[in-house]
């Protein structure tokens, strides 16, 4: 067993650059390539850029603003992107400064190439936090710029059927005040009552409605990043009926190929493959630091998951001690457990992000047949109502008439429920992929 172990130790050592460049078939390709020195002291990351103008400078106060505007706006002001760049530039100065250490310190670290090689993988993995925080924003303000619309539409629908209604009830009690003795005229006291019982519930609608757009708004403009003081008033006043054709293994195919998450579990995958190497290099030292006392291996890779009612697995969490301690074969055999650990946590996250991208599709199909069966019902409604309408000037029925307007409202508002309902689905296929899928929205 000791030889074995030695054998290992040896062709890690031997092999150490090479894995590094090696391929691995687990890993899947990211859009960004790990930047060489001389790029990145190219960026010379503590030199300010240059001035530019901000979003402030281009957009006046209460300018209708278009989705892509809202989209550029959070992209440049959001905290979240704010703090991934931080991140990143953090982690390419760490880099730099491995780089920059002199000879004498490379004889007296045999470890240091490869906490150069780990150095890299960190930048990927803080690149990829940074796409991560972007596709989250796009999908933040695209939602709530489409539930705002959602909500007004909704708004301004109970309006126009509350004042239709309260038309009705001005006739109606104008003609049972007058005493109108004609038996095709059937208006009571209870006429009355139903349609004011009527108007009162599409009020309430209405309210829900107005508190809905209020809340929404103030949700899109944190999602931008911008204060809940700043004029934001979205320029699109209705709801796109979106159409698509995407199949579940194109879906499936995207969110594996572009998911930031599977790009994080890989990186954390080679960077504890590079500790097997790291700690082989260390020949005589009882404690070895490892890559970990440097990094937070706990960030958020997935949601946590959920068995109380509601069933959502989760990820394995990667680990990594911050010390090995022991002799040189101990510590690389410690180091190669846990590399088969994380080997697990990739397949695991692997897993949950085909799993997820099965989920949003299928929800997709689904709200997609919802729409198809809510229009069916809002254009015979809306034909009912004509029909009663007719029948209510020729003074017939108007409790027919009041039935089937709040029918016609009822079956508009579950229509314009489902369209958003088939907007957030097509939004959260675009997160699942990583871009992948990207609706055309207008405005966009």
């Known amino acids: 067993m000791i030889v074995t172990r030695r054998l290992v130790v040896c062709a890690l050592a031997l092999s150490c650059h090479e894995i590094s460049k090696a391929s691995d078939p687990l890993i899947p390709a990211f859009p960004q390539a790990v930047p060489t020195v001389k790029e990145l002291i190219r960026r010379q990351p503590d030199k300010p850029e240059a001035d530019k103008p901000t979003w402030k400078k281009w957009v006046p106060p209460g ?35 491995l780089q920059n250490f002199s000879r004498a310190v490379e004889l007296l670290s045999a470890d240091l190439p490869v906490r150069r090689l780990q150095a890299q993988r960190g930048i990927v993995a803080a690149s990829s936090e940074v796409l991560k925080a972007q596709h989250e924003v796009t999908y933040d303000v695209t939602r709530m710029f489409f539930t705002y619309v959602y909500a007004t539409q909704q708004e301004q629908t109970a309006q126009e059927i509350i004042e239709q209604m309260e038309t009705f009830y001005r006739v109606a009690e104008d003609i049972l005040k007058a005493g109108v003795i004609d038996p095709k005229v059937k208006i009571n006291n209870f006429t009355l009552y139903a349609l004011d019982d009527a108007i009162g519930e599409i009020r309430r609608l209405r309210e829900k409605a107005s508190l809905g757009r209020k809340q929404s708004l103030a949700a899109l403009k944190e999602a931008m990043g911008v204060g809940q003081d700043f004029e934001l008033v979205p320029a699109t006043k209705e709801l796109p009926l979106m159409a698509g054709n995407v199949t579940l293994a194109e879906v499936t195919q995207m969110a594996v190929a572009r998911r930031t998450e599977l790009v994080q579990a890989a990186v954390v995958l080679d960077v504890t493959r590079l500790e097997v190497c790291a700690q082989a290099r260390l020949n005589h030292r009882k404690t070895v630091q490892t890559f970990a006392a440097g990094s937070d291996l706990h960030s958020r890779i997935l949601p946590t998951p959920l068995r109380n009612g509601e069933y959502r697995p989760g990820p394995v969490a990667p680990e990594m001690p911050t010390i090995l301690a022991g002799s040189r074969d101990e510590r690389v055999g410690r180091a190669l457990a846990l590399c088969d650990r994380q080997e697990a946590v990739y397949e695991k996250v692997l897993g949950l992000v085909r799993l997820e991208a099965e989920y949003a599709f299928l929800q997709w199909q689904s709200t997609a047949e919802r729409v198809r069966d809510a229009k069916i019902r809002y254009d015979r409604g809306l034909k009912v109502l004509e029909e009663s309408r007719a029948a209510a000037a020729a003074r017939q029925d108007p409790e027919l008439l009041v039935k089937n307007e709040a029918l016609a409202g009822k079956a508009q508002a579950e229509y314009l429920e489902a369209v958003q309902r088939l907007i957030e689905a097509l939004i959260n296929l675009e997160r699942v992929t990583g871009g992948g899928v990207r609706p055309d929205f207008p405005g966009r």
């Open 63 to 97: 300018k209708s603003l278009e989705l892509r505007e809202c989209l550029e706006i959070g992209q440049a002001n959001q905290p979240t992107v704010k703090a991934a760049k931080a991140s990143l530039a953090s982690g390419e100065r760490g880099y730099l400064a």
